[in-house]
Nanobody, 115 residues
């Protein structure tokens, strides 16, 4: 059974940093496309970053390019999203996603950027 568990969200001041984690289980983690999405209240869910777990490919939304870094720890079946230079526009619930036999989502972790 595919299971994705996000953690690491919280309240951070503008300009600050956070690292989100997504612990994955229940499927073959090798060579999978793992994604981070986010959704702010009243807005559509937005793809933030994608990584292939063999590390050969990653991609970012223009809004986070140069500030966010997606990475993977294969022995731990975990995907990270390092977020820096955070602004209020980054406030959202962040979700981990994988398409295995269908799309799977974690429960989300809330990120609030506020002074």
């Amino acid at each position: 059974q595919v299971h994705l568990v996000e953690s690491g969200g919280g309240l951070v001041q503008p300009g600050g940093s956070l690292r989100l984690s997504c612990a994955a289980s229940g499927f073959n983690f090798r060579n999978q496309a793992m994604r981070w999405y986010r959704q702010a209240p009243g807005k559509e869910r937005e793809l933030v970053a994608t990584i292939i777990t063999d590390g050969t490919y990653s991609q970012y939304a223009d809004s986070v390019k140069g500030r966010f870094t997606i990475s993977v720890d294969n022995p731990k079946n975990t995907v990270f999203l390092q977020m820096t230079s955070l602004t209020s526009e980054d406030s959202a619930t962040y979700y981990c996603n994988v398409y295995y036999d269908r799309p799977y989502w974690g429960q989300g972790t809330q990120v609030t950027v506020s002074s």
